[in-house]
Nanobody, 127 residues
Framework: EVQVVASGGGAVQAGGSLRLSCAIS????????MGWFRQAPGKEREGVAAIDSDGDTDYADSVKDRFKITEDNANNILYLQMNSLTPEDTATYYC?????????????????????WGQGTQVTVSS
């Protein structure tokens, strides 16, 4: 059974940094995507960053140059380094895995593409 477990959220002041982690277990695929998503109260879930099994990445415009997604393949851990945080980054963050479905040119940021989800981890940025 595939398990996806996110951690690392917390409270930080604007301009600060946080690193989220996501441990994935129970599967091994040659071709996959992993992604970070977030959902703020009253808003739809949005894709933040994604990485595929070739190491290609994609980011939402709102986080480009501030967030970085990486993967520790040896330990099956996904990271999201978040710098220069603003109150607009406040949300519950989720990690997810795409192991089936349509092929991709760039790792997708649409949540419907992903079939395994972890629980959320809260990030709160104060001004």
């Amino acid at each position: 059974e595939v398990q996806v477990v996110a951690s690392g959220g917390g409270a930080v002041q604007a301009g600060g940094s946080l690193r989220l982690s996501c441990a994935i277990s129970g599967y091994k695929y040659d071709s996959y995507c992993m992604g970070w998503f977030r959902q703020a109260p009253g808003k739809e879930r949005e894709g933040v960053a994604a990485i595929d099994s070739d190491g290609d990445t994609d980011y939402a415009d709102s986080v480009k140059d501030r967030f970085k997604i990486t993967e520790d393949n040896a330990n099956n851990i996904l990271y999201l380094q978040m710098n220069s945080l603003t109150p607009e980054d406040t949300a519950t963050y989720y990690c997810a895995a795409k192991t089936r479905g349509a092929a991709w040119v760039r790792p997708p940021l649409q949540s419907f593409e992903y079939n395994y989800w972890g629980q959320g981890t809260q990030v709160t940025v104060s001004s």
